[in-house]
């Protein structure tokens, strides 16, 4: 496996499209995570099943977020994306996020190019309202059976927001 942050940038962010690995398929348990030092993917654990993700959830290399850890992107598709692959997506918006006192706000994206929906999802209220609570609650809940209360969705950022987010992350990476 190639080291992602050597090999790919952080995509065309002012033109909303960002560069996505996938760490976690829709769907799974597994809290597989990006290992920086040794530039693999790694099981860091299995959570119970009833927290399985919502939605594929990736990275965007060279940007590191507040949490030391590179900026976590919640990728929505219709079906699972396999871990390790890389995509181009367009910018939604943020879900700001603080777990166990951090914040580790979580970018929203769509494929770059999505035929299947016509490129029509373009903002945050693009989606359903089912979508995001069903979000929101498996972010609220997540870590209830290990420390119950210790993350909350603060709030929805638009797609100038997640920008500046992502901006501020990229100049993190550049000043480590």
């Known amino acids: 496996m190639a080291d992602f942050n050597q090999i790919l940038t952080p995509g065309n962010v002012e033109n909303g499209i960002i ?13 597989i995570e990006w290992n920086r030092e ?26 590191l977020d507040e949490d030391g850890d590179e900026l976590d992107v919640l990728l929505i598709t219709d079906n699972p994306l396999p871990t390790g692959i890389f995509l181009e997506a367009r910018i939604l918006g943020v879900m700001k996020f ?22 029509v999802i373009n903002s ?14 498996h972010f609220n809940h997540y870590k209830d059976l290990k420390k119950a209360g210790s993350t909350e969705v603060k709030d929805w950022g638009d797609v100038t927001e997640a920008k500046s987010i992502i901006q501020s992350s990229i100049e993190r990476w550049n000043n480590r």
């Open 38 to 63: 040794k530039a693999v993917m790694q099981l860091d654990r299995v959570d119970p099943k009833i927290f399985a993700k919502p939605t594929n959830y990736g990275f965007i290399p060279q940007t």
């Open 98 to 119: 603080v777990d166990d006192g951090e914040v580790d706000d979580k970018i929203v994206a769509v494929p770059a190019d999505d035929r299947n929906t016509g490129n």
């Open 124 to 137: 945050l209220s693009d989606l359903p309202k089912r979508t995001l609570d069903q979000i929101t609650f």
């Open 19 to 31: 560069n996505v690995v996938i760490e976690i398929p829709a769907g799974s348990s597994h809290k």
